[in-house]
Nanobody
Framework: QVQLVESGGGLVQAGGSLRLSCATS????????MNWYRQAPGKQRELVAT???????NHVDSVKGRFTIFRDGAKNTVYLQMNSLKPEDTAVYYC??????????WGQGTQVTVSS
């Protein structure tokens, strides 16, 4: 099993920055990809960014150039650096791990609120 613990959400003004962290533990060797998702009120959960075990990175178009997913292998932690935040980025952000045995693990979620 994989355990995920998120931190770093909060309230920020538009144009500001936040960094989310997702600390992983457990069977981290089985992780194929780490993802950040978000879910705004009344909307479906959407994939924001992915980093694979091989280092491939992808960001959804709406955050390209503003958000960056990266990892620190020594700390077994994945980050989402969010710059130039907009009110429409307001959501609960979830860390996700997808493993080699096709299992999804989720963090507890962290609230990001961007005020205009």
């Amino acid at each position: 099993q994989v355990q995920l613990v998120e931190s770093g959400g909060g309230l920020v003004q538009a144009g500001g920055s936040l960094r989310l962290s997702c600390a992983t533990s457990g069977s981290i060797f089985s992780i194929n990809a780490m993802n950040w998702y978000r879910q705004a009120p009344g909307k479906q959960r959407e994939l924001v960014a992915t980093i694979t075990s091989g280092g491939r990175i992808n960001h959804v178009d709406s955050v390209k150039g503003r958000f960056t997913i990266f990892r620190d292998g020594a700390k077994n932690t994945v980050y989402l650096q969010m710059n130039s935040l907009k009110p429409e980025d307001t959501a609960v952000y979830y860390c996700n791990a997808y493993t080699s045995d096709y299992v999804d693990y989720w963090g507890q979620g962290t609230q990001v609120t961007v005020s205009s």
